[in-house]
């Protein structure tokens, strides 16, 4: 390998590096921007038959009707 190709390779290399940093450095910045518009996705709720579970606090047990 001679000095042109190592000079090349070095400026392609360093190119990469920073175009790959300015990418990320965009998505980040979209991102912010657009995160408040989006709503999130309940992947749960998306399969029929399937339901979040969790158990219930003593308050929500509390405020329930005691007739059932």
Known sequence: ???DQASTF???SILIALGIAVLGILIVFLNNIFARFWKPVQWV???PGMTPR???TEEELAKTDPKL
């Open 45 to 47: 709720n998306t399969i």
């Open 54 to 56: 969790r158990f219930a």
């Open 1 to 3: 390998m001679d000095i």
């Open 10 to 12: 070095l400026c392609g």
